[in-house]
């Protein structure tokens, strides 16, 4: 119950919400979530072209998502952007940085084309973070949900359709 209530707060606090329609579970792409959330489009629109182009999504999400929200921070080249793609009973977090993850942690999960990962789970979310390579840019992504439905597997697998994008 927690989790519903924290994942509810966390998608209204993040303002960019479209329509309720639902997309499937695989198959989203930054131009459906543009064209069926209207807002969303609006704040990815006004990001840089370049920070724009380097937008990165799963090409599949393990539930179905009922709505999607955009945050993009006050100063959109420096802060990150971060997706929700909202299911029933889970969200799922994809937050596109801008910058280098200099926190010390343990890169230890192995990622498609040789890539490490970190892995951290608690009693709202379960997370992973991986830095790209020769790029100053790392990506997080996190899912909350109700209860342990979700496992390390699926955060490797979303996070695996992100770096073949």
């Known amino acids: 119950m927690r989790i519903t209530i924290l994942m509810t707060l966390i998608f209204l606090l993040i303002a960019g919400c479209g329509n309720t329609s639902t997309q ?6 930054l131009k459906e979530i543009q064209k069926n959330y209207p807002k969303v489009a609006k704040k ?35 802060n990150p952007v971060t997706f929700t793609f909202v299911g029933e009973n889970a969200a799922l977090m994809v937050m596109n940085n801008f910058a280098k993850d200099r926190t010390q942690r343990d890169y230890s999960v192995e990622l498609t084309e040789g890539r490490k990962a970190f892995y951290s789970k608690n009693d709202r979310f379960i997370e992973m973070g991986w830095n790209v390579p020769n790029q100053n840019r790392h990506f997080i992504i996190q899912i909350h949900q ?7 597997k699926d955060l490797i697998q979303i996070a695996n359709a992100i770096i073949q994008k």
């Open 24 to 29: 499937s579970r695989s198959g989203t792409t």
């Open 44 to 78: 990815l629109e006004a990001l840089p072209e370049k920070k724009y182009n380097q937008l990165k999504i799963p090409s599949k999400i393990p539930f179905k998502v009922k709505n999607t929200a955009v945050s993009t921070g006050v100063k959109p080249m420096y």
């Open 146 to 152: 109700d209860d342990d439905e979700y496992t390390k």
